[in-house]
């Protein structure tokens, strides 16, 4: 009898991309917009956050865990579903890309643990597993996350 994986959800922007920096660079590409990001390229052109891809292929590789991504689309943006997929699949590899779940409702996926740097707006508040708010004291970056994982399901 195999032990139970743990089921971990990990978000995108603001957690695994830098939308911020990318925000702000595409911003100045399209001045005088009020909303920049209705622009097509952002989502794919965004940069990864600090040890995010070393940490996710981590966490996605650990015998113990099962990884996915869960990030909310910007529904008013069809092409930032494409280009979310388009990301995963340049930064993490096709691999990852199956395991890439586009929500708006992210408490309807079951699970043990969600990495979101929000508190709630697409369901993190209703999620049944424990909610790992990123940017937070407890967690300010990835570092602190895998070392968490670490003493959790070892190394
Ligand atoms: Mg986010």
Redesign the pocket.
């Known amino acids: 009898m195999t032990e139970k994986k743990a089921i971990v959800y990990v ?5 695994l991309c830098d ?1 911020a920096a990318g925000f702000a660079r595409h911003k100045a590409k399209y001045p005088g917009r009020a909303f920049p990001q209705s622009k097509p390229g952002l989502y794919e052109s965004l940069d990864p956050m600090p040890d995010a891809i070393d940490s996710y292929m981590w966490l996605h590789e650990h015998p113990k865990l099962d990884v996915y991504i869960l990030t909310a689309p910007s529904i008013k943006n069809p092409h930032c579903y494409a280009e979310k997929r388009i990301w995963v699949e340049n930064h993490l590899g096709m691999a990852v890309v199956e395991n890439l779940i586009i929500s708006p409702h992210k408490h309807l996926s079951k699970g043990d643990y969600l990495i ?3 508190p709630s707006g697409k369901g993190q508040d209703l999620f049944d597993g424990e909610l790992m708010l990123f940017g937070s004291d407890e967690f300010p970056n990835w570092t602190s996350v895998t070392r968490y994982f670490k003493t959790l399901v070892g190394r």
């Open positions: 978000d995108m922007d603001h957690v939308y979101d740097d929000m």
